[in-house]
């Protein structure tokens, strides 16, 4: 039970979250949109078992999907949440959600007779930049700027895993009538100690003939690029996003347990809408309805 709870907050970020699947309501124009929707949806997710790991997992899992758009704060809008705390229609702040599954060691041939690895879940603001015109509705440029706190849940307990510093740069651009979108990304990823400790360190009791004892250290983990196509329909909404992922010159490529200095992943979803209210809201980029003072 607590995998399939991990797996569907991890495809439930990944849809209103990542590069490569998004909500489609990005774009500023158009009529207002419903200020609550429901739906549902289902993902399915190719991934290496921890960074670097030769052996890849196949996952699938169905999960819920709720979007709220208020004057200031929005909930599933194209981010996990975000606050309108800026006046300048250039920056955004959000809520960052990332996450990567859980692996057992038996499974892994390098760790062997280890500890298996939990779920992860990564959490913390971001800040949004527009580089591009504003007014440019069919092409964005973005830079986002995340601090997330790690956590591993493992064996029923939840462990702090330090800090994670992943800032992206994506280009975004809409075609045929605004139904699809392509977007490439490129994201670097930092890391604390304690996270690196984690994935690479080997402590005594765990060397092998060919397994030595490994003291990690933090600092560059990875370099990600992105490449995510989205269709959008009034009721329906599908993407797929592949990741590549180029680990050469990482803090920890001499560990034991550091197989591959390259490797890919694969996720897709699709998202059907059940439900939206009769009230509405502005999109992203609109001003906000003036407020009635009184008379």
Not at 23 to 44: H, T
Not at 127 to 146: A, N, T
Not at 257 to 286: C, H, M, T
Request: aromatic fraction near 10%; charged fraction near 25%; proline fraction near 6%.
């Amino acid at each position: 039970m607590r995998i399939v709870v991990a797996m569907g907050l991890l495809f439930c970020s990944t849809a209103i979250h990542s590069q490569s699947i998004s909500p489609p309501e990005d774009d500023n124009e158009g009529p207002p949109l419903a200020l609550w929707e429901v739906g549902a949806g289902v993902g399915a997710a190719l991934t290496p078992d921890y960074p670097s790991a030769s052996n890849k997992t196949f996952r699938a899992i169905p999960f819920p999907v709720v979007i709220y758009r208020g004057d200031f704060i929005r909930i599933g809008d194209g981010s996990v949440a975000s606050g309108r705390l800026f006046e300048n229609d250039r920056i955004e702040l959000d809520l960052s959600l990332n996450g990567s599954f859980n692996a057992e060691s038996d499974d892994v041939e390098a760790r062997v007779g280890m500890p298996d690895l939990g779920f992860i879940a990564e959490v913390g603001p971001e800040i949004e930049i527009l580089l591009s015109d504003p007014g440019d509705g069919d092409q964005r440029l973005k830079l986002e700027v995340p601090v997330r706190a790690a956590f591993s849940l493992d064996d029923r307990k939840l462990n702090a895993r330090g800090f994670v510093f992943s800032p992206q740069l994506e280009y975004e651009r809409d075609f045929a009538n605004d139904r699809y979108e392509w977007s490439v990304s490129i994201t670097p990823s930092f890391a604390t100690e304690r996270l690196h400790d984690y994935f690479y360190e080997v402590q005594p009791e765990f060397e092998t003939a060919t397994r030595g004892r490994f003291d990690a250290g933090g600092g560059y983990l990875r370099t990600s690029l992105g490449l995510g196509l989205q269709r959008r329909s009034k009721k329906t909404f599908a993407a797929i996003g592949i990741n590549y992922n180029f680990l050469g010159g990482a803090a920890n490529e001499d560990s034991p347990l550091f197989d591959r200095d390259n490797e890919f992943s694969i996720a897709a979803v699709v998202i059907y809408r059940l439900w939206e209210s009769e009230k509405r809201a502005p999109r992203r980029g609109q001003a906000l309805p003036e407020k009635k003072t009184a008379q």
